[in-house]
């Protein structure tokens, strides 16, 4: 298998467009499959629990890459082709994760971002989630982000979102999960249904 790639996130305030056809995407999308060192296809969706937060993973075969097309003509085009789809504010996320994000093609993908509450405690939630992406098999990765190595971003594959809380009810991962919180800063968690998109 080729190596892990660096994976662009972007969590955005949606459009009303977006939120009724995602699909308005589908231009930008066109623009960026044919940069050089994209992976496709680009992975997005609303998120499930409030549909006015949206989410776009694209993922590189380096930062240098990414930043390549930041700096090429086509940017300007690109960002006017991302506008109809975003409705107020967007944060973009790089993260290297532990190992390839298949939870991008389940049903369900949850998106966990946390931040250390002290870099001293780095060595021990590194172990717990590395438990926890081996105990699913890798279902679940984990990276620390590029533009703070103290913000973690986690993604985790489901088959649905009650099927994510069923199993961390259970005694091993909420005993784990308890003392993961205790260490870091719930930023965000919530869960989205990604579609796909190849490109042209």
Same mark, same amino acid.
């Given at each position: ?21 995602p699909s ?6 066109? =623009?960026?499959? *044919?940069?050089?060192?994209? +992976? %496709?296809? /680009? $992975?997005?969706?609303?998120?499930i629990e409030?549909?006015? #937060? ?39 996320h790089h ?18 971002? =946390?931040?250390? *509450?002290?870099?001293?405690? +780095? %060595?021990? /939630? $590194? ?8 105990? #699913? ?62 490109? *042209?």
């Amino acid at each position: 298998m080729s190596t892990v790639p660096t994976t662009e996130l972007i969590i955005f305030d949606t459009s009303e467009e977006f939120r009724k056809d995602p699909s308005i995407l589908r231009p930008a999308f066109d =623009i960026v499959s *044919k940069a050089d060192g994209v +992976r %496709a296809p /680009v $992975y997005t969706g609303t998120q499930i629990e409030n549909p006015a #937060t949206g989410y776009i993973f694209l993922n590189w075969d380096s930062l240098a890459h990414h930043r390549a097309v930041m700096t090429s003509p086509s940017y300007g085009p690109l960002l006017e082709a991302l506008k109809p789809a975003i409705g107020g504010s967007s944060k973009m996320h790089h993260v290297i994760f532990n190992d390839h994000p298949i939870a991008f093609q389940q049903p369900v993908t949850e998106v966990l971002v =946390i931040t250390l *509450k002290d870099p001293s405690h +780095r %060595a021990e /939630v $590194y172990e717990i989630l590395n438990k926890m992406s081996d105990l #699913t098999k890798k279902m679940l990765v984990f990276g620390p982000t590029v533009e703070d190595e103290n913000v973690i971003i986690l993604v985790g594959g489901w088959q649905s979102v009650e099927a994510h809380w069923e199993t961390v009810a259970n005694p091993e991962p909420k005993a784990a999960i308890e003392r993961l919180f205790a260490l870091v800063t719930k930023d965000h968690l919530f869960h989205v249904a990604l579609r796909s998109y190849e490109g *042209k």
